[in-house]
């Protein structure tokens, strides 16, 4: 049984993480329409910022993390302002096609840098013996780790909910005609909904660096993992980006947990989102939160 | 109609018949058969290397499979991201018949054009299950449908014992009627080989273009909701779009087993699925030489970034990763570039040379 708690936990912590990583990718489809192909490269360019400044420039991770964010909040509005802003009112598919040509981009240039091949780790600044209650253990790095992610979430909903700008982006993302006729600047939203995305994207990326190690490909997969976290989730909600990162964190942990090795399965953790997305896709395409808005053709 | 129509100043069909011609004037069929001249009878003349045989014999290969691409992001509008794995299915269906019955099998060996036709038919099923959401949902969702599918696809293989693991599965040498295909010839068989089925293709599918199976493909991707008013059902064209498309890639995931005579995981990656589109791109999306240009494109920028990365990397020693980053970032690059500026391709360039010639000196 505590075997099951076990993955219950870990389940969590990588699904808080998920969550995280899909918060940025809904926040961008949301405003904009535009589904964001590039975002596990961003995700990757803000964890190896924080690397960089922790371990290169001597800054201690709780100053280098939210200066990482900052810097990536930045980069993030620039690829919009370069890149995507001109393609406004083009077709989708070639906005979505820009996106992809962005994915290939960064990654050739974080393969310019060291990170792109070799494995780092980041400095260990917590207690390392893990905490735990009745079999179930929890890693420090883990535990700090979800404060952090549901921190954000927390900080983002109430974002939303009561600024100026999170209410200025919501009537956007609602309707951009009217938006703009209350004197909202459009553009500006999607920039700022990209920079936000990229602030969020830097945190996850910081988190499981911490965790797990800065390894490219991993990141680069938790870029790819979002998918089928924002489609169970629905493409448009942030509530179920948050809910369906941690279903979808379960469902992976106890994939591997009691499915691998059995039937001569392996590494099933890294394909059941996969086949959950298709079958998605094809009974409940909007979703578990998202708006009931596809048009049948 | 005028008698030349390259110098006419406006076309002047009177039937839709005329304006779906293969070739509108005898000039045009006669450079046709000349290029399929020169493509066949080159090799009597020029003495190659292999290496660069095999460039070549690439290029077609990668055509075929951007037709295939060229059919379902182009023509009907649905973007694929795992176009690599569809290649992948045709590559692996050889593949399995040579683990099963052993590289060396009469059907591998012998029975080639059959197995070709074998995992294009596979390629096409496994397209049309790909495209089953498309039933009910639009290019957004398919993306990602595609995109999984690619996932699912690199995981069964680099899972299974079956597949080897990802790593190299071989496949025999072939038979044609003079015996078996030697080393040496190797490279040229194929050349000619994959040329035909080409030829055979495109011409198959410029015809589909024309008849109404190939139009309610473009119309489809132009405004579903009129197409389904005019009584095609746009569900079912788009999960037929998916078929085509996965037919092609699976021809030439056969040709490219039976080309490097061995299948591995590493051709088939997302990164080799974005090389389709960005070659799909180049270009010209939605237009028939695009697809020959596009790969063209493509390769030959993949072998100049190959040769710049190999320089910079002899004369500076600290990067030693260059040509992992230049691939990547130069393909990138090219996609968003051509996207932005020249969204129609390099098959555009043609139709703006073409016209200025045709208004020349009174343009305007």
Redesign the interface.
Known sequence: MSYFFQLVVSGIVVGSIYALSGLGFVLIYKSSRVLNIAHGQIIAAGAFITYALTVWVHIPVYISLPISMVITFFLAMSVERVFLRRLIGEPIISVIMVTIGLMSIIDGLIYLTPFGTENFSFPPFLPKAPIAFGGVSISWTQLVGVIITFTMIGGFSWFFKKSTVGISMRAVSDDQMAAMSIGISVPRVFGLAWATAGLSAAAAGSIIGNITGLNFDTLHAFGIIVFPVVILGGLDSILGAVVAGIIMGLIQQFASGYLDGNWGLNGTGEVMPYIILLVILLFKPHGLFGIHEIERV | MSSNRWLATGNYFTSYKEEQRIFFTSLDKTAMCLLLLCLFAWPFFFDLDNKYMLVIDNILVAVIAVIGLNLV?GFA?L?S?GHAAFVGIGAYTVASFARVLGDNHVLVTHAWPLMILLAGCSGAIFGAIVG??AL??????L???T???Q??FQ??I??M?FFNQGQTISVGRVYWLTGEVSRSKHYMFWYYAILVILVILGFAVRNLLRTRYGRCLVAVRDN??AA?AMGMH??FTKVYAFGLAGFLAGVAGALHAYLYRGVGIESFT?QQS?NY??MA?VGGLGTLPGSFLGPLAIKVLDLQVGNVSEWVGAHLTF?T??A?????????????LF??FE?RGIANWWRILRSYVKLWPFRY
Not at chain 2, 324 to 336: E, H, K, M, N, Q
């Open positions: 992001t509008g973007i991201i089953l959401p009910r949902l639009k290019h957004l969702y993306a990602i449908a995109l999984s599918f996932m699912i995981w069964t680099n899972f014992n579903d909701r389904d746009p569900g997302l974005i589109l960005a791109i990067t990763n260059l992992t980053a230049l691939r990547p970032l130069s393909f990138g690059l090219v996609i968003v996207l932005m969204p």
